[in-house]
């Protein structure tokens, strides 16, 4: 998992820094602080770098001919280095090839390719923690090179600004390690009653800045508690490419999962919103919109059973349109009772798209 650290300064009031160091202790991995704070931060339990008397000393450039003699009395170094050139970055490997145990970076000027030449040459060397002034720039450098930095240190100005700092950096997921290890999403399969053509409507197609695979897709579906899984448009065929960027999701009214197991109406849809690609297997990754193409075109009713409950979903009508089986998939033109089809079923309702496992609704 990524580190968060927060920086606390000397001048913050005291009220605002005993609230702030309350909450790291839950919330944070280490805490900058000024020499003067650090016993109250040890009395708390919480990790703590600093100049002086932390569990990791902090260094500046300057004092970068100091890191062998501290390693060998056994202590953690983090060295503290603004990086405004090429020479800067030079600065940053010797320091790890001196043993430095994190680089705390700061950018001023060029926020992202400093930090794509850091973690392409020392990326699990060190750890890489880059300081962000706000969530934007923190999602910025988690992601940056794919691989990401390793963490980041944030000045908060409030709880809530730490609160949301952990919740960002715990879904952060762009390395294979941490993908493979996401919390699965259970789909299981739901049998075909029935599948009835209906008259024209508004459909909408996810258009991703991602490419699918063949198994991936996404969850939609006309009730929130029951999802259907339908697949990419990532088959070969005689009539058309293969659009592995785009889900043909349906009616604008349908819900589609999106991240924190969320749901939002497919009309609510814009470009740079984040959803959810799920494969057959449950494993989920996020993916940013890059549009939402919503025509008229003719739709098909797909009834399902799942637990003695009715469920359903409604779908453009075209050959297109690939319901995921357990162990492929199949065309809705295709579809017949007694298939079986992926869903993602949980009695419960939704306020706002969030999940309430005890509200009882009634969507048919």
Not at 8 to 32: F, N, R, W, Y
Not at 314 to 332: C, G, L, W, Y
Request: aromatic share 4%; charged share 30%; hydrophobic share 40%.
């Amino acid at each position: 998992m990524r580190a968060l650290w927060i920086a606390i300064e000397a001048s913050t009031p005291q009220d605002l820094k005993e609230s702030l160091l309350k909450a790291s202790k839950d919330l944070c991995d280490a805490v900058v602080l000024d020499t003067s704070d650090v016993e109250q931060a040890k009395s708390l339990g919480i990790q703590v770098a600093s100049l002086e008397g932390g569990d990791i000393q902090v260094l500046t450039g300057a004092e970068m001919d100091l890191i062998e003699a501290l390693k060998s009395d056994g202590k953690l170094i983090c060295l503290k280095l603004t990086v405004t050139s090429r020479s800067d970055e030079d600065t940053v490997v010797e320091a790890v090839e001196r043993g430095a145990d994190y680089l705390l970076i700061s950018c001023p000027d060029w926020k992202i390719i400093p930090l794509e030449n850091l973690i392409a040459k020392i990326h699990g060397k060190a750890v890489v923690l880059a300081e962000v002034a706000t969530l934007d720039e923190a999602r910025v450098a988690l992601e940056t090179l794919e691989l990401g930095v390793d963490g980041v240190v944030l000045k908060p100005l409030s709880v809530v600004d730490v609160e949301a700092a952990s919740s960002l950096v715990k879904s952060v997921k762009t390395r294979d390690d941490e993908i493979a290890t996401s919390q699965k999403i259970e789909v299981s399969p739901a049998k075909i009653l029935s599948c009835k053509p209906l008259s024209m409507g508004l459909r909408a197609c996810i258009d991703t800045c991602d490419i699918m695979l063949p198994g991936e897709g996404m969850l939609v579906g006309c009730q929130s508690s029951t999802l259907f899984l339908i697949q990419g448009e990532v088959e070969e065929s005689n009539y058309i490419e293969p659009r592995p960027f785009r889900v043909n999701a349906g009616p604008i009214s349908l819900y589609v999962l999106t991240p924190e197991n969320k749901t939002r109406y497919l009309s609510e849809l814009r470009a740079g919103d984040e959803v959810v690609i799920v494969d057959r297997k449950g494993n989920q990754r996020t993916t940013v919109v890059g549009r939402v193409k919503i025509e008229r075109r003719p739709l098909t009713l797909v009834e399902a059973e799942i637990d003695g409950r009715a469920v359903s979903t409604i779908v453009q009508n075209a050959e297109t349109i690939r319901f995921m089986t357990p162990d492929a998939s199949k065309s809705v033109a295709d579809l017949e009772a007694g298939d079986e089809v992926l869903v993602h079923s949980k009695e419960g309702g939704r306020h706002f798209g969030v999940f309430v496992e005890e509200e009882w609704v009634l969507e048919r």
